[in-house]
């Protein structure tokens, strides 16, 4: 029997999710990409989904658009057993009250870890050295809503902070679902050649450029992608993964970490799940102990 015959059957709808994990030997699965934020910050950020058509082309419904604790149980009724809370800031004088806000979120929240984020700003060093200090164990950098270089010399320093801490900077850098002014994986590139340390995972898989992103994973032993809408219905039309995909995955199996963008996706967590299963399925060379490393193992380890 070969591992893709082994592998129990994808999940079917969210609440068939925890059969699927249970029958792959898991306890739970860990979320390296979820998204809690200040209940007004949210409010914004739904309104700007809901004008999906007017920034992406089309609708981009909110599946899970609930309050804060419904959100949560809805993490813990899928079985997330941790998850980072990311929190990003679209302008300055914003990044040190999110790390604020965030680590009292994780600190009422026994499953969340505690994250912060950073914009190129006078006193990122500070602001940033402090959530690190207190027990942040993963960034967020959102290049693209942020609308800066991720070179900014202003970051220098932070980009060192965070590769000495050795926690990962979860960084929207790749131009999908949505290009901005700094997106590209090449520019996210030279950070790397400057921080070769750093812990990296690359958001949505660098999406569009998924084999640009994978040769950086190559290059660079502390890079990693997440899963975070990569695969699904919703992006395959417009983004569809490289017919080489599973065959690169392969050699790369352990630089792989679940994410989902949950709460703001447009269809229900588990087709972000059966598409990480099809991945499996598809390659011999990847099977269970793929899908145990993505859904769990690895994302524990970068989460400390």
Known sequence: MTEAAAL???????????RWWAGLGLDGLVDLHVHFLPESVQRKVWAYFDRGAEHYGRPWPITYRTDEPTRVETLRELGVSRF?????????????????????????????????TMYPEPGVADYLG?????????????????????????????????????????????????????????????????????????????????????????????VYIDTTMVGVAYTEGRNPLPPDWTDRLA?????????????SIPYQYS????????????DARLGRDFLRAVLHDTPARLLG
């Open 8 to 18: 129990p059957e994808p999940p079917v709808d969210d609440a068939d999710v925890p």
């Open 251 to 263: 050699g790369l199996a352990d630089r792989v970490v679940l994410g989902t963008d949950f709460p």
């Open 84 to 116: 980072a809370p990311l929190v990003y800031p679209h302008k300055p004088d914003m990044a040190a009250w999110l790390n604020g806000w965030v680590a009292e979120f994780a600190a009422r929240t026994p499953d969340a870890v505690p994250t912060a």
């Open 130 to 222: 402090k959530a690190l200090a207190d027990g942040a164990r993963c960034v967020k950098v959102h290049v693209q809503v942020g609308g800066f270089d991720p070179r900014d010399p202003e970051l220098d320093q932070a980009w060192g902070l965070i590769a000495e801490a050795g926690v990962p900077a979860v960084v929207h850098c790749g131009h999908g679902p949505r290009s901005g002014a700094f997106t590209g994986l090449d520019l996210f590139g030279e950070v790397l050649a400057a921080h070769p340390r750093l812990t990296a995972v690359l958001a949505h898989a660098g999406m569009p450029d998924y084999g640009e992103a994978l040769d950086l994973v190559g290059r660079y032993g502390r």
């Open 271 to 282: 087709e972000q799940l059966r598409a990480i299963h099809g991945w499996a399925a598809a």
